[in-house]
């Protein structure tokens, strides 16, 4: 498989047939200079890290080609990344007009697990909850005060 890049999104290349692939994306990349290649292979890491328009091997999700007991691949998004993309890439043997893609009655079933991870809270954010703790408990105090003036 080695398929060029085209309109701001990587060449890609590799030794399966008609893998699905994925692609990370902040915008439409027409028009900017495609990243790096990445190379997929069966003895390829278990995690990506791939860049935004860079094309990824998925295939089955596991490691290793055709492997159902391999390592389940895991990939992580760039932090402007703000679209994926999934996609196969069927052009083995392909003989026709760009857009003829009646030739695939295949279909593939996605499992998508998102994991977000979040960094340390941002000053502002602590002087909101420092602020709404603060009124929370200024809050409790003046209804005990109350309390405390109407039993006398």
């Known amino acids: 498989m ?3 890049g085209a309109n701001g999104l990587s060449s890609l ?20 200079p495609a990243p790096a290649a990445l190379s997929f ?15 990824f091997y998925i295939g089955d999700g596991h490691s290793g ?3 159902l007991g391999g390592t389940l691949l895991t990939f992580t998004a ?6 994926l993309y ?24 996605v499992d998508v697990m998102l994991t977000v991870t ?7 954010t602590w002087a909101m909850m ?7 408990g200024f809050m409790a105090y003046s209804r005990k005060s109350k309390a405390a003036l109407m039993a006398a």
């Open 78 to 83: 760039p932090s402007a990344a703000t679209m």
């Open 13 to 32: 290349s590799g030794t399966t047939n008609i893998p699905l692939v994925g692609v990370f994306v902040s915008s439409d990349p027409s028009g900017n």
């Open 86 to 109: 999934l996609g196969v890439i069927d052009a083995n043997g392909f003989h026709a007009d760009t857009g003829y893609y009646a030739d695939n009655k295949g279909s593939f079933d």
């Open 41 to 55: 292979v069966a003895t390829s890491p278990t995690s990506f890290s791939p860049l935004l328009n860079q094309v």
């Open 65 to 67: 080609y055709n492997n």
């Open 2 to 4: 080695d398929v060029a």
């Open 130 to 136: 420092i602020l709404g703790f603060t009124g929370v």
């Open 118 to 124: 979040s960094g340390v809270p941002e000053p502002s």
